[in-house]
């Protein structure tokens, strides 16, 4: 078998890699290439591709013998252009060796600093740097970190050591240790991994490399890098990467520091360099969140919120402290996102005044930031704006669009955090990730609590609504995780102190016990009292913009579920072309109305039923007038009666008997009418125009209150009213027929009534596979139907014999055995149910070429299925008011990448 | 608009219609037509056919103005035939007035016979008949019919009168009536007439006619007729012809008689005259079962069993009192069945000894009988084989495979009757048609005992599972229904008397209650007290043959579905070519096992479950050994565990307690897993292969019992076995795979313990339309599935969205309305499950051209979802042994039907 090339250097004489070749190298590896390239001071180093972590699980975790000339030539190369030797006890080479994959993956695997270091080589760090408390601090970080790493002794023993040590000493901070209590730390360090491994630790540093190599691939395959990779679809055969680079130091005293900056504010896009830095330490400190790092740019007095340009707003910045290499900083900070056309989130050291690049990749942000991120940029003229409005997920506006804390309200406050993550919920106080899963699995909304966050904390993270943390930053494990779900996050929030085991929350001086109700406002950084009133977010600057830019692109309709005059304003507000699917039976459940409806289900007679559904004709008459006053000149689609009648009558023996006494009847009667419409498989059972078809005086009553209301409204609004009659769960031709001859005789009646006529079409559901295979039959004819929508939740629950409401301990099981790529009832199963769908739409538009089809149900506003809604020639989508957005950026999408196919 | 021909003549000096023209003619006008080409004697008449019908109800029920001069025409051409005419007062020409549609309904229309006496020409048929008796009795005969049925009278009111003047002049029988007794009862009945209807009884025998014609056509729409149609899907455009004949008399003293005849025995199908007539007598009198009629044929003493020869078996014989009639009858027997090459139902009259023919049809016959008259007319030459086989009703062959009272029974005989339909059946006696359909809908077994069954007692018929009358012979209405239902039914046993106020039927000297049980053997005309052990029927004779000529003819295999080894021997017994479906989860239903099965599914461990399932296996293994012997050399596949895991748990409380004490666990454990596994569309639920995904140790346990089982009946019976292993529920190549390594290593395991290995496969059901669309993909490659069945239930369930259970009331309001066809829980739904059957055998097989395909589930032993698999290329059909033989035939059918096509 030929051997590929399998170490790729970067920063040396040569670079080998490069952006592109991210498959093969890691995002890291590839982007230090690119900025070696770039001519950005990068230390040295090189990467041993991915198709080498493979190769090591093919082979039983083992590395190909291949792989060592390449390695020690590539160790020769790095030290010939840092000037020192890797084991070299004079001036030693010291390495970092890292993970890096195709996607990030941030905290899940393991790193190693510092390593080359040994008895001896410690000697020649520390008469070269002259300074041998440095020498001895790397050292004894070094040992604990790869006994931790490598060797699997528990980090904590070390901790324990350090911490006795200071005790014993009397000294309290890290800073306090001298070189010479670093030399007899690093020797207990050293007896310590003795004693619990029964061998010395490995004084050899091509040992040490090995290991640490061996240790990094290895950690591909950690429990929470594959539950990582689990809840981010990220397949196991992508594999990691390996960078060994040439260590450079921000831990050489105060000359030096190490950072992590975004080069636009994360949190509101806003264009302002937004990073955080120490002075005297290792990258690893910043991002573990243990120290508050300080800005880099200075503070604005005038900025309304700081949030907007600082994410720490203690201590000196950068600016202040050095102010050359921030300039530096800055100017590399341009280039980059000139050069990847993207805002960057990169990891910088400075080392004795010399800036060196770590890191640079797309930075996560907000929905919110990407939004104006992408906006802005296409105004820049750096992004076209179909690369812009590409940019942004649709599923992500979604966030935008949730409520944040009315401004009005009173508020409790508690305390104040880093505002991570924007958005606000309320929610019962856990302290615990387990607690919060089982709290979300039994429908309760909770806030988790934390210390800080890590890795094992992410189950937690993504059953809870918010996230508060005690420590860390804005770059902290919880804020990073945080934004990426969407979920809001106050971070920091340093009054907070965490009993587990009196399972209780004391902020300042008030104790809460788990399960007291509290509010974060991820926006601001704000902890409050209970339950505070939420408001709508405003639709306008760059959503508004986005929205105007993706309108000019799709060509998909967009519509909107609504029932109510309320939901039916909000989806105007959002952009809704017209209502695809207006629910008649939700207005059955209102109080006044519920009981002419049970009364009509009770009725032995038509005689009866006609009696009760005359009660109910002016109410659901002034609902439909009212609907079509909001949308005037749209189209609104009117489903008949759908929910099994069992649905309206009362279950509990003491609702069946307030029933029995308020229609004077007997509860037997109410009992036994339970009993008959009680099914075994209801979603199978008698519903939709099988309803219509017994009860054809349903049908009477609902048409006359359509036409009649449709009538009124285009008297009101002076436009004329075009409703859309919509029948469920048709089959077969003839139920179509039996039910539309009903809506025509009733809307005939009605114009002779009235001396004015309403131009209507009526159409069918299409919700079950013999609908799509009749699917010609049924449009056929001037008399068949003039509109068709995908009810894609029952056609999905047919097609897959899979029970919505049955189906999550199934789909569970599935998706920990990766079948079936995503959830069948959030994004349609393009194989099994796209199939009958685009057969319906081809056997419909075969016998009516311009028919109109739509598909209402929840799929209706997920990006991937309005993608597919788009390229299977379907002439709107119709969702949920607030998922409207994400329809039309989702359907300009398809447009735009079906042009890219091209 | 052209006016086609209206009227065609029979028997005059032209003909102008024939048995080919019966759609246009009626049965009964198109074969008098035959008849009368064929130079048989029949009386001259004319028909006015269906389509006169259908313009009369096109026209709101008026005739067309242009028949008048054509009926006017046709009446001349008859008298001129018959040497009389109509109206004439000296020589009158009387007609008979009949219905006759194109499919048999006997005595669902209206018939008027003597039509044209009026109070002269009455005296003209008096002088010319030479027999006033007979012609007042006529006249009596006329008004009565005609105002009953034309004006609306009710004949009870005439009955009484005769009564009454029965009692008044001390007379018992109508023969006691003199010419002047039935004089005066003409003149009451007149009286009674005018009385009821302000006005006299029609005098003008024109008005006469037409007010017949207009009454039959009418009768056309009558609510029995209606009914009927229902129940026989005769279409209700078909409309009726009107047959107009000169009368014959068989009442014209002793030389004259009526009688009706089959040309071969209707019961079992032998070859001999079979029919039973009444001297003086008109025909109406024969078959309303008002006196009990004489054989035509001289009994046969060494008959030994006298229905083989009988109808009637009292009275002398047509053959002894007329032996001149009966031989020419005879003659035109074997002419009438030589030309139909069919057995015939006849209807004849003699006048004055010289015989007319009224009607001939193809005879209704029991299944028995009809298969055995198919194979002898074959062996007689008269019918190829294939003619014979497409002769056969396969449905009905289901009928033949009943049980029948086992011989060696001890019986407690009531009473006997005549053996009027075949079959023995036991249930609660019902006095009214109305008891038999509610007792039905409850589910009950019900014999239905009436003192005659008239056209208004259908419904109850059909609700039965037998009928048992006082009164009427072989031809009666109870007879002729119940034979062509297919139910048993004792007619005509006299002993039996029914208080319907009192709900007690008297048989003898004993008063039972309805609810009673009896058990009627319609085979020997037995009622017997309570129920009786029943015996499996003979299949070899005429049943043999044609099994044997079936099989010769087809192609498509025909397995079973057997679960047990009783059902697997009945299975071979019947012809089962192999098992198609053995349901697994039956055997875990059994006493001493479900305890077991219980604790498996209760453990909240995997271990917990092995240690259940451990104890399953043996049983589970010996089943299969038996299945495998019994099977030998033929294939068996078997269906891993499949329904909702709940339908083992107990439901009720008590059953809970005894479950947990049993187990020695909490009840409350078994609570909540019953809660736990509830579901509200448990059909869309958790089981089939979603089962063996989660539970795989259950797969494992199946498949090491099936494994270790083949080889030890392998051992055995020195056949091997080869296993077809089938998973449940596939929608998605992934479950396959999942399940099928576990499969493949369980039998890799065994055949390692045992030193050798089984020859199987394993195989998917096609149940979900997902299933259908990525039926390629499941099959594909080697180790894709090795074949298909279709579960035919559950596709129908997700592919019309209606589950089976709750289907009833919603196809029986679409059957009102007529949606559908048929039920398609009986014949698959061709449109919509038999367009995705045939996607999914196409897409199989392109990925694999042999594969093996069947369907198992009810519509495997129906005929015409037979034939349909047989088109659709099918391998096999599996269902229900005792249907094995109609799917042999229905397979056969269908070869031969493709045939004629082509």
Chains 1, 2 share one sequence.
Not at 543 to 572: H, I, K, S
Not at 830 to 851: A, C, Q, S
Request: aromatic share 6%; with cysteine; proline share 5%.
């Amino acid at each position: 078998m030929p051997v590929s090339k399998q170490v790729y250097l970067f920063g040396t004489s040569a670079t080998d890699g490069r952006a592109e070749l991210v498959d093969l190298l890691g995002g890291k590896g590839a982007n230090l290439a690119e900025m070696a390239l770039m001519g950005l001071p990068v230390p040295p180093g090189f990467t041993i591709t991915t198709e080498v972590c493979n190769a090591y699980y093919d082979n039983g975790r083992t590395l190909p013998d291949s792989l060592r000339a390449d390695v020690e030539a590539a160790l020769l190369e790095i030290g010939a252009k840092a000037g020192r030797r890797f084991g070299d006890k004079d001036n030693p080479l010291l390495v970092s060796v890292r993970s890096g994959s195709r996607a990030s993956m941030p905290g899940m695997m393991d790193t190693i600093l510092d390593l080359g270091l040994n008895d001896e080589t410690v000697v020649g760090l520390a008469r070269h740097a002259d300074d041998e408390r440095f020498a001895y601090d790397s050292y004894r970080r070094f040992i604990q970190m790869y006994s931790d790493v490598v060797l699997g002794v528990d980090h904590g023993l070390f901790e324990d050591i350090l911490e006795n040590f200071k005790n014993l000493n009397g000294l309290s901070l890290d800073t306090d240790l001298s070189a010479d209590h670093w030399k007899e730390i690093v020797d207990e360090f050293k007896e310590a991994v003795t004693t619990e491994l029964d061998e010395p630790f490995p004084q050899d540093t091509g040992a040490q490399l090995w290991g640490a190599i061996g240790a990094v691939f290895g950690s591909w395959d950690n429990a929470r890098a594959k539950i990582y990779r689990r809840l981010h679809n990220i397949p196991d055969d992508w594999g990691t990467a390996v960078n060994v680079q040439a260590m450079v130091f921000g831990n050489m005293g105060e000359t030096s520091a190490t950072g992590v900056a975004f080069t636009r504010n994360p949190s509101t896009g806003e264009k302002a360099i937004f990073g955080e830095y120490l002075i005297n330490a290792q990258g690893e400190d910043v991002v573990a969140g243990i120290r508050t790092p300080q800005p880099l740019a200075k503070t604005d007095p005038d900025a309304v919120d700081q949030s907007e340009t600082l994410m720490s707003n203690e201590g000196t910045s950068l600016q202040e402290a050095m102010p050359h290499a921030f300039e530096e900083l800055a100017r590399v900070f341009e280039m980059l996102e000139r050069h990847y056309r993207d805002m960057q989130d990169i990891e910088f050291t400075i080392e004795r005044g010399h800036l060196w690049m770590l890191q640079t990749r797309a930075g996560k942000r907000t929905v919110e930031a990407g939004l104006k991120i992408a906006i802005d940029m296409a105004n820049e003229g750096v992004l076209s704006r179909p690369e812009a409005l590409l940019r942004i997920d649709p599923a992500g506006l979604d966030h935008l669009l949730h409520p944040t804390i009315d401004p009005d309200a009173t508020k409790d406050l508690l305390t104040r955090g880093l505002p991570a993550s924007p958005g606000a919920a309320s929610g019962e106080i856990v302290l615990t990730a387990d607690a919060a899963e089982e709290a979300n699995a039994q429908g309760r909304s909770v806030i988790l609590v934390r210390s800080e966050t890590s890795p094992e904390d992410i189950h937690g993270m993504h059953a809870a609504v918010g996230i508060l943390t005690a420590r860390g930053g804005m770059t902290s494990h919880a804020a990073v995780v945080a934004r990426g779900m969407g979920r809001p996050c106050v971070s920091g929030a340093s009054a907070l102190r965490i009993d587990l085991a009196a399972q209780t929350l004391i902020i300042g001086h008030e104790t809460f016990k788990a399960g007291d109700i509290i509010t974060i406002d991820g926006g601001t950084g704000e902890v409050i009292r209970g339950r505070v009133p939420m408001r709508q977010p405003e639709l306008s600057g760059a959503f508004g913009t986005l929205m105007e830019w993706a309108d000019a692109y799709r060509r998909l309709g967009v519509r909107a579920n609504a029932d109510t005059p309320r939901d039916a304003q909000q989806a105007r507000d959002f952009g809704a072309e017209g209502i695809g699917l207006c629910r008649t039976e939700h207005m059955f459940f209102e109080v006044e109305r519920i009981l002419a409806v049970r009364e009509m289900i009770l009725a032995s007679t038509e005689q009866g039923r006609r009696a009760a559904l005359q009660k109910l004709l002016p109410m659901q008459r002034d609902d439909f007038i009212k609907l079509f006053e909001i949308m005037a000149g749209k189209p609104v689609t009117i489903r008949l009666l759908d929910p099994p009648l069992h649905e309206f009558l009362p279950h509990q023996v003491h609702e069946q008997e307030a029933v029995a006494k308020e229609l004077g009847i007997d509860v037997t009667a109410i009992r036994r009418r339970v009993v008959e419409l009680s099914e075994v498989n209801p979603m199978l059972g008698f519903r939709g125009c099988r309803i219509a078809i017994l009860y054809p005086e349903i049908v009477e009553m609902q048409s006359r209150a359509i036409f009649e209301a449709a009538l009124e409204a285009g008297r009101r609004s002076g436009q004329p009213v075009t409703p859309e009659v919509m029948l469920p769960l048709v089959i077969d031709r003839q139920e179509f027929d039996l039910v539309a001859a009903v809506i025509r005789d009733t809307a005939a009646d009605v114009a002779r009534e009235q001396g004015a006529s309403v131009d209507f079409q009526i159409g069918t559901m299409v919700e079950f596979p013999r609908a799509v295979l009749k699917a010609g039959e049924i449009a056929a004819g001037e008399n068949g139907a003039a509109f068709f929508s995908f009810g894609t939740n029952d056609l999905t629950q047919t097609t897959m014999g899979l029970s919505r409401d049955d189906a999550a301990p199934i789909l569970a099981s599935y998706s920990a055995h990766g079948i079936f790529a995503a959830d069948p009832f959030i994004t349609i199963d393009l194989e099994g149910v796209g199939e009958l769908i685009k057969i319906g739409v081809e056997r419909g538009r075969k016998v009516k070429n311009d028919l109109k089809i739509g598909i209402c149900g929840e799929h209706g506003g997920d990006p991937k299925s309005v993608r597919f809604c788009h390229e299977t020639g379907l002439t709107y989508v119709s969702c949920s008011p607030f998922r409207v957005p994400i329809a039309r950026l989702a359907a300009a999408q398809a447009v735009l990448l079906e042009e890219m196919q091209t």
